[in-house]
């Protein structure tokens, strides 16, 4: 399994990136997925997910309303548009596919996720 995260950049507070994640040696369109982010320091926390079907999201308090995870399963790719960032949404951003046959429920459980892309980094400065 590859998954490639990309479109990370320097960006100013109140800008936009969007990250996209190439998959590659699985069944992406029966994949849960998810973004996860880690800053120096700190533990890898979870961004958004969204079910293999793109029918359900999920997001971190911290985004609600200013990231949006979607994918495009005939591209094999992942999403996340983030919108209005913040000085503390600065860290490397993950994107991985969650393990076949969990629940949605378990989402937001890095543990639940089995493959992980390498990181694409985003600074976002005051």
């Known amino acids: 399994v590859q998954l490639q995260a990309s479109g990370g950049g320097l960006v100013q507070a109140g800008g936009s990136l969007r990250l996209s994640c190439a998959a590659s040696?699985?069944?992406?369109?029966?994949?849960?997925m998810g973004w996860f982010r880690q800053a120096p320091g700190e533990e890898r926390e979870f961004v958004a997910a969204?079910?293999?079907?793109?029918?359900?999201?999920d997001y971190a308090d911290s985004v609600k309303g200013r990231f949006t995870i979607s994918r495009d399963n005939a591209k094999n790719t992942l999403f996340l548009q983030m919108n209005s960032l913040e000085p503390e949404d600065t860290a490397l951003y993950y994107c991985?596919?969650?393990?076949?046959?969990?629940?949605?429920?378990?989402?937001?459980?890095?543990?639940?996720?089995?493959?992980w892309g390498q990181g694409t980094q985003v600074t976002v400065s005051s």
């Open positions: 969204i079910t293999w079907t793109g029918s359900s999201t």
């Open positions: 991985a596919a969650q393990r076949p046959g969990l629940a949605i429920a378990f989402m937001r459980r890095p543990a639940t996720y089995n493959s």
């Open positions: 040696g699985l069944t992406f369109s029966r994949a849960n």
